[in-house]
């Protein structure tokens, strides 16, 4: 299984970017996936998930602003991020779990300015 994942950079508050994570070597729809954060001098920490056959959650510090989803056919998993804030800003990673297994997306910046 391997994750490539694409979109970040630098923002302006108030802003929107779109993050992907392309997924090869798996059926997408067969797995939970979902997308993490790590800020500078903080632990990783979960942002949204779709969860197998379940639901989908988010951290309550980006409900209402952030969407996650997934195209099959595309084996791609997106994260919609709307009314960026600076304290957004870290390292993005998407994740699947297969067989209990976790596998990471290489990790991708966003950076939103004030």
């Known amino acids: 299984v391997q994750l490539q994942a694409s979109g970040g950079g630098l923002v302006q508050a108030g802003g929107s970017m779109r993050l992907s994570c392309r997924a090869s070597?798996?059926?997408?729809?067969?797995?939970?996936m979902g997308w993490y954060r790590q800020a500078p001098g903080k632990e990783r920490e979960l942002v949204a998930i779709?969860?197998?056959?379940?639901?989908?959650n988010y951290a309550d510090s980006v409900k209402g602003r952030f969407a996650i989803s997934r195209d099959n056919a595309r084996s791609t998993l997106y994260l919609q991020m709307n009314s960026l804030k600076p304290e957004d800003t870290a390292v993005y990673y998407c994740?699947?779990?297969?067989?209990?297994?976790?596998?990471w997306g290489q990790g991708s910046q966003v950076t939103v300015s004030s």
């Open positions: 994740k699947l779990v297969e067989y209990g297994v976790n596998y």
């Open positions: 070597g798996t059926i997408l729809s067969f797995n939970t």
């Open positions: 779709m969860i197998k056959y379940g639901p989908t």
